[in-house]
């Protein structure tokens, strides 16, 4: 259709499952879809609009100060993503990255801002701040002091049933780690089935800094804890990986506790 001149529409949003059956993709499939038929097509690159300007270093209903990233790699673009900035499907991006192609996020309303995905070295420690909310924070006794077994036991229980967890910490007293909200009834079925010791705590928020320069670079972490600190926000937990440190904080506090971060990596308009 293309060669003859034509512009072919195609509706987005839905795929066919390993069965064969007609499925969707989930939230954010459309831009799956567009990076599929990118992909396919060896396009220049991919443009894709929404209702904000790109890709920015905090969601502008909570950081009025938010400022657009011109430019991003796909590493950083798939983190924030994937912990909380849902301007772009984390998956659109992997495909994206793997045939090399750009991807150029704009706004329907304001094309004054935009953001590239592209391949890149950023030299800047921090990118963005992003942040997930509705988790609940699980501690699991374990039996008989035999942390090896109760350990192992209740991850496959819990894959079994496609429930994920994150902020995983082993110790000879307990077993804690954090899971979405939206499993908590069949993850609380699970522990009450098996007559494991446990208890819950809801209300909590998962802060996470993103940035591919902060890889090798001292003081990230300290200046994470001096933020946090000087606001009395209590952190719970910590992960981190070479693009991503994660910080676990009560709900209430999320929205000072990203506050003080941007602030503290000079993330805000100049």
Do not use: W
Not at 230 to 251: F, G, H, N, P, R
């Amino acid at each position: 259709a293309i060669n003859n001149g034509k512009v072919p529409v195609v509706t987005g949003f839905q795929g066919i499952s390993e069965n064969g059956e007609i499925t969707t993709f989930g939230r954010g499939g459309s831009d799956t879809t567009a990076s599929i038929l990118a992909a396919a097509l060896m396009a220049d690159h991919i443009e894709i609009y929404s209702d904000v300007e790109g890709i920015l270093t905090a969601d502008p209903r909570q950081i009025p100060d938010a400022r657009n990233i011109p430019k991003t790699s796909y590493i950083e673009a798939v983190e924030m993503a994937n912990k909380g900035a849902n301007v772009i499907h984390p998956q659109a991006v992997k495909i994206a990255s793997q045939y090399k192609i750009p991807i150029k996020l704009f706004s329907t309303y304001n094309n004054e801002k935009s953001t590239i995905i592209h391949e890149m070295k950023n030299e800047r420690p921090v990118t963005g701040i992003t942040s997930k909310t509705n988790i609940i924070y699980t501690r699991i006794y374990p039996k008989k002091d035999n942390i090896h077994k109760t350990g192992l036991n209740i991850f496959k229980k819990l894959a079994l049933q496609n429930i994920s967890v994150d902020f995983i910490d082993i110790t000879p007293e307990l077993i804690s780690f954090i899971i979405n909200e939206d499993k908590e009834n069949k993850f609380i079925g699970i522990l009450e089935e098996n007559n494991y010791e446990f208890k819950t705590k809801n209300d909590f928020s998962k802060i996470s800094v993103v940035g591919s320069g902060m890889t090798g670079m001292p003081g990230v972490m300290a200046k994470i804890v001096k933020a946090l600190s000087s606001k009395d926000i209590m952190i719970y937990e910590c992960t981190d990986s070479y693009t991503t440190i994660s910080c676990l904080v009560k709900s209430v506090d999320e929205i000072e506790a990203i506050i003080a971060l941007h602030k503290e990596f000079e993330l805000g308009n100049k």
